[in-house]
């Protein structure tokens, strides 16, 4: 019975969140107590969802687990780690209170997000047809139940967060809401392209990211649309024009497909495609359909609430001009050597995908080890620069994405073909997400370290558990792999080790490095070595995408 309860992914996690909970200072007595009966509601609904005698309720991607557990104590676990950092700082009285405040309304709104999918998961298993009673979904919806209460109260009684308490209230279950609602669509949109706990995690960031652009919107107007009794003036944080060109950017793509659909639409509609040159004529009449209406979201829309919320001095795109001649040796020679790699990288991997048998997931671990040798330098030498550069890259792959998807001519089919030749069992036809993993897997640790950041390996998070960790696990278990972690699973022993001591020995050399750049080390290798050493089983045992997840778990417990 404990067996079944308990596989190698459910203990990792259980065993991750009771790292942080021991860490956790008794300030953050309300915040343990949630994030605790998530982690229960969480756990036993996915037993259920996983049973084998229970039906499936989602068209969710095939051969994963349900990993319910996991997404949904990932994001709070995470703002739970940021919020520890952050109280040291106060105890140093280096921190403004301001930020611990938004801080904290970012974790509530994240856990009732969690809360609220899985009270919607739960009642999807209890009234599927079918469905066999399981004690799992009672014991999830009370552990639902008091984890509200327990939300409630913290809310209602903290006078932190500079909000009236109704407001904060409000302010969470809208966030709960858009959640659900996010996540029905995604898993109805894309049928088999993610597993529930993938979905979890996409939809509570995106929830979050949109709450976060709409809060600073609002903070912006609150002096005409809204009474200074609910938004105060402590909620006033400072942001960096590049956090708010990113984004803009992002959510500006995000939101653009929307409207996408409508203009096509009309345009199709006023389109007679009878004979094969109307047809010709109407596929070109949907590519400047297409550039125009992004061009007016990118140049105008986009910018017009960058230049709303910060107060940039000119357009925000000369600013991002003006902002990389300021320092041209350095950032154009950086921008030269990354355009070089990228050129010969990926030139080279797709011939080998088309004539070599090599598997797939090898062929994919070179692009690792290809974001090692782009992303590691300019961390350490240029860091706000990246900052800058995973945003536009993130914009391209988003903007190539829609092509993709809605085959756009000349590029979309070209642009299919060639993402096909390394997607993986992971990967659908409808949605390709897998390079987008490995960015943002990359990204979030650098852009979450951005102000205050006592860890000096936080940053690198990314970079070195799927860089360096995660490939080298992957390329000694499928060459020298003898022993598997469990029988159906092709993860191996000796791969984790290897990814463990890669990351460790990657470690020994980076810091002697970040201290003679100025860096004041305060890592201690005791929690380093669990840190990797969870990172690694948790690689070892997931179905789940492992370039999402493991960074977020790796930077999670470096903060600590």
Sequence with gaps: MTTSLLNGERAVVVFFICR???????????????????????????????????????????AASSGILLGAVTLPSLLLSKLLQLSRRISLTQLQLEEIQYLTLQYWATSASACSVVLFLAFARRRAPLSPSHWGVSFSLCSVFFQALVSVVALASTSQIGLHPALKLTWVFCHGLASVKLIRHFLRTFPFCASIGEAFLVTSGIVLYFGDML???????????????????????????????????????????????????????????????????????????????????LIVVVPSWMQFVQEFQMHPFFWVLSFVF??????????????CIICVSVLRFYNISKNSKIERILLRKYYHLMAVSMFLPALIFQPKFLDLAFGAALAIF????????????????????????????????????????????????????????????????????????????????????VLRWSKTGKKTVEGTAAGITSVLAACSLLLPLLASTGYILTQHWFSLLLAVTVSGLLEAYTAQLDNAFIPLFFYSLLCL
């Design 20 to 62: 942080i909970l021991y860490s956790l200072p008794s300030s953050l007595l309300f915040h343990a107590v949630s994030l605790s009966l998530l982690a229960l509601a969480s756990f036993f609904l996915e037993i259920t969802f996983d049973s084998p005698n229970s039906p499936s309720i989602f068209r969710t991607r095939p």
């Design 215 to 297: 809060l600073l919107t609002i903070k912006k107007l609150h002096g005409l649309l809204v009474s200074s009794d609910l938004v105060t003036a402590e909620y006033e944080i400072s942001r960096s024009e590049i956090s708010i060109i990113i984004q803009g950017l992002v959510l500006g793509l995000l939101l653009y497909p929307t409207a996408l659909k409508y203009i096509l639409q009309i345009w199709e509609g006023s389109v007679n495609t009878a004979s094969s040159e109307a047809r010709i004529y109407s596929e070109i009449g949907r590519s400047l359909m297409f550039i125009i209406s992004l061009g007016f979201v």
């Design 326 to 339: 300021s320092e041209p040796s350095k950032r154009l020679t950086l921008c030269i050597y990354w355009v």
């Design 398 to 481: 988003l903007t190539l994405e829609i092509i993709r998807v809605w085959r756009i001519w000349p590029l979309g089919q070209p642009i299919n073909q060639f993402m096909n030749a390394f997607t993986d069992h992971r990967d659908s036809d409808l949605l390709i997400i897998s390079h987008f993993s490995l960015l943002l897997g990359c990204a979030l640790p650098i852009w979450m370290s951005s102000g205050y950041n006592d860890r000096p390996l936080a940053p690198f998070a990314g970079i070195l558990s799927l860089g360096i960790g995660d490939t080298m696990a992957s390329m000694v278990g499928h060459k020298y792999g």
